[in-house]
C-alpha cells in the first residue's frame, strides 16, 4: 500500500511495511502456511472488508500454542479469529516518531514488545515491530545529533562574524560618539556665533531705522531749503525787475537833468548878456547888473549841483547795474543750487528706497537667523539624542559581545565540536 504523501520521514507512517494479511474468515491453515513458507514474518494483520485492522497474529504466541498436543487439529480449520490478538496495538500514521516514543519512554505505552499496526483513519497502512521504531529512533537522534553539530559549527561560525562585527559595530560606535560629541562642540560654537550674529543684526536694524529717520529729516529739511532757495530766487528776480525801473528812472533824471543843465546855460548866456546891457547902461543899469550876476551866480551853482547830481546818479547807475548783475549771477548759482539740490533730493529719495530695500532684507535675514537657531536647537537637541543613542549602543554592544564571548564557550562546554 502506497502512503499518502502527507507523511514525513518524521511520522509513524514512515515506519508502516505491507506485510501478509488475512480475512477473518479464513482458517488456522492459512496462518500455518505463510508462517512456515516465510520464516521472516513475525505476525499477521487480520483485515475486514472495510481495510480496518481487527486483530494481529504474533509467530511466537503462534507457534507456541500450536506446540500443544491436538493444537493443530483443534484450530487449522477453524477462523483465524480464534488465534489473532483481537486488541491489537494501533498508532495513527500522522503520529510524529517522537511524540509515540515519548509514550513508550513514559509507560503509557506497556505493551510494545509486540508488532503494532500502522492506520490512516482507521484503515490499514501497514505494520511495524519495536526494532523499527528502535531502528528509526536511532536514525532520528543521529539525523538531530549531525543536524545539532552542523548548526553547532554553523552557530560557532556565525558567533565569530558576530563578534568581528560586534567589535566593527563598537570601534563605530565609538568614531560615531566622538563625531556626535564634536558636533555637539561645533553646533554650540555655532549657536554661539549665530546668537552674536543676531545681536549685530539687531543692532544694524536699529542703526538703520534710525539713519533712515535721520535721512527723512535730512530730506525734509532740503526740500524745505528748496523752497525757500526758489522763493528767493522769486524775490531776486523781483528786486532784479526793480532795479531795471530805477535804471530806468535814473536815465530819465539823467536827461531831465541834461535840460536843467541846457537851461542853466540859457540862463549864464542871458546873465552874462544882462550884465554887458547893464554895463551899457552905465548907472541906471548897475542894479540891473547886480541882478545879473546873481543870475550868473545861480546859474553856476546849478550847474555845480547838477554835475554832482550827475556824478551821484551816475555812480547810482554803476550800483544798480552792478548789484542787478551781482544778482543775476546770484538768481543763476541759485538755480544751479536748486538744480543740485533737486539731485539731492532725488538722491535720498533713492537712498531712502534703497535703505527700505536693505531693512527689509536685514528683516528677511534676521527671519532667517532666528529659523537657524531654532533649526540649530533641533540640531542640538538631535545631536544630545544622538549622544544618548550611542551610549545605549555603546552599552548594547558591549553587553552583545560579552553574550557572544558567552556563547561562544558553549560548544566547547557541551564537546559538540
Known sequence: MTLPKTFDRLSMGSLAQDGFRLHP?????????????????????????????????????????????????????????????????TVEARVPILDFTKEVLNNKISDINKSFIITHNQAYVGTATPF???RMSYIHSTHISDTLQTRTRTLHETLNRIQVATRSINEESRNLKDESENLSERNMTQNRHLLESDQKIKSTIQKTEDQNIKM???????????????????????????????????????????????????????????????????LYGAGFGVVAQEIRNLARMTSESLQRTRGLIAYSQDAITTCSESMNDNSQTLAGIIHHVEKISQSFKEFEETSLLQKEEIHQLHQIMQNLNVSTAKNNETVSNTNSICDNLFINVSELAQITTNMTSLPTHYNLQ
Open 132 to 134: 523499527d521504531l528502535m
Open 25 to 89: 474468515s479464513e482458517s488456522g491453515s492459512a496462518v500455518m502456511d505463510i508462517f512456515k513458507n516465510h520464516p521472516d514474518t513475525h505476525h499477521i494483520c487480520i483485515i475486514n472488508t472495510k481495510n480496518i485492522p481487527v486483530g494481529v497474529v504474533e509467530r511466537q504466541k503462534f507457534l507456541s500454542l500450536m506446540s500443544s498436543p491436538f493444537s493443530y487439529a483443534l484450530y487449522h480449520k477453524r477462523s483465524v479469529t480464534l488465534l489473532m490478538d483481537d486488541k491489537p496495538l
Open 216 to 282: 527723512e529729516q535730512s530730506r525734509n529739511y532740503i526740500q524745505h531749503a528748496s523752497t525757500n532757495i526758489r522763493e528767493s530766487c522769486v524775490k531776486i528776480n523781483d528786486t532784479i525787475e526793480k532795479f531795471k525801473k530805477i535804471s530806468e528812472a535814473s536815465e530819465d533824471i539823467g536827461k531831465i537833468l541834461n535840460i536843467m543843465k541846457s537851461i542853466s546855460s540859457q540862463i549864464n548866456i542871458l546873465g552874462i548878456n544882462a550884465t554887458i546891457e547893464a554895463s551899457k547902461a552905465g
